[in-house]
């Protein structure tokens, strides 16, 4: 677990930094990794749970940079997911929210917490096939 959550707390640094000084069109190449599926691989449902805890003491570790991290360590573990961003209007403001979804699982969220935004746009799990 030590380990584990040593990874969570680099990424979610790691995404914290890339949001503030990097152009968005350059994030992807630092979300994004590239499949590694190790035979003894954490759940999803753990991924996420170490997010929250390493986004405990990042400091801004809002909830679009624990998705783009949430999303960059189930990349790196083999799993496909998609970072979903959704609005809503609360009196006159606007808000917004990040969360990820796997497998039809929302993480980052539930799927009643989540289903009042209307979604704005997603994040791909990896680039398009270059076939």
């Known amino acids: 677990m030590t380990r584990l959550l ?4 680099l990424t979610v640094a790691h995404v914290r930094i890339a949001l503030w000084v990097l152009p968005s069109r350059r994030l992807t190449t630092v979300i994004i990794v590239s499949r590694n599926v190790p035979s003894l691989r954490p759940s999803p449902a753990r991924l996420e749970s170490t997010v929250r805890v390493a986004s405990r003491v990042v400091p801004y570790a809002t909830c679009l940079t624990q998705a783009l991290a949430l999303q960059r ?17 609360v009196g006159r403001q606007f808000r917004a929210h990040a969360w990820v979804e796997h497998e039809g699982q929302t993480l980052l ?23």
């Not at 969220?109 to 076939?131: H, I, K, L, M, N």
């Open 73 to 89: 360590l189930l990349g790196r573990h083999g799993y496909r997911s998609f970072v979903q961003v959704g609005v809503c209007k």
């Open 6 to 9: 040593a990874s969570a707390l």
């Open 109 to 131: 969220g539930t799927s009643e917490s989540v289903a009042r935004y209307s979604r704005f746009f997603s994040w791909p799990a990896s680039p398009p096939d270059r076939s």
